[in-house]
């Protein structure tokens, strides 16, 4: 198994600019969550997702959008790219309300 | 205000030695409190989860307790070496519906000298 996997690795992008950031797991797990890591700030919930179909807002929704068309896909998206949203952004997966399984990050910079 | 705290200071401490580690937190009712170890530049990686109704849990050198009237969780490794040196992380469940959500700490790295 892969595991959960994130592209791209890195990203730099101007203001104002959109993009997704991809998010992928083989292990058939039902919750996936997207979270940003700032320095000092820990881990924040963006988006999460219980199943395919369903999705609901974390912390630290505004600029973001996310849905869940399959199990194993759960896509970022910034509709708008911000300096404020310059962060390394982390994808998750669990196959029920315990562990959660990380993938290995993507660290966006945005001018 | 829901809070979750971690000393935000690393903790450095010599080999051998046990490292504890504290998260407290206010405002919840965790159905669970679980601890992550992150490496820089990586992602977090699950160690211990404790629920509860349990007062402590042991994975080899590592032991967690839960105290859900201090609304504590200390994070103990013992007989430390210089590879645990991480950030360890603190995150619970809010104890809301079915959802998976977890709320993280903002984690205290610790730093282990041979």
């Known amino acids: 198994n892969a595991g959960v996997t994130q592209t791209p690795k890195f990203q730099v992008l101007k203001t104002g600019q959109s993009m997704t950031l991809q998010c992928a797991q083989d292990?058939?797990?039902?919750?996936m969550s997207w979270y940003r890591q700032d320095p000092g700030m820990g881990l924040r919930l963006i988006h999460y997702?219980?199943?395919?179909?369903?999705?609901d807002q974390g912390e630290v929704p505004n600029g973001y959008n996310v849905s869940r068309s399959t199990t194993e896909d759960f896509p970022l998206r910034l509709l708008s790219a911000a300096p404020s949203q310059t962060s390394v952004y982390f994808c998750a997966s669990s196959p029920n309300r315990g562990e959660q399984f990380f993938g290995p990050g993507t660290r966006l910079t945005v001018l | 205000s829901q809070k979750i705290e971690q000393n935000s200071e690393a903790l450095n401490i010599q080999e051998g030695k046990t490292a504890t580690l504290t998260c407290n937190y206010t405002n919840y009712s965790p159905a669970y409190l679980q601890w992550y170890r992150q490496d820089p530049g990586r992602g977090p990686v699950f160690l211990l989860l404790?629920?509860?109704?349990?007062k402590e849990k042991r994975k080899e050198r590592l032991k967690v307790t839960f105290d859900t009237t201090l609304k504590q969780s200390l994070f103990h490794i013992t007989a430390s070496q210089p590879a645990d040196s991480a950030t360890y992380l603190c995150a619970l469940d809010p104890g809301s519906s079915n959802t998976g959500k977890l709320i993280f700490g903002q984690g205290t790295t610790l730093q282990v000298k041979p």
């Open positions: 997702s219980v199943g395919a179909g369903i999705t």
């Open positions: 292990m058939n797990h039902e919750y």
């Open positions: 404790i629920r509860e109704n349990e």
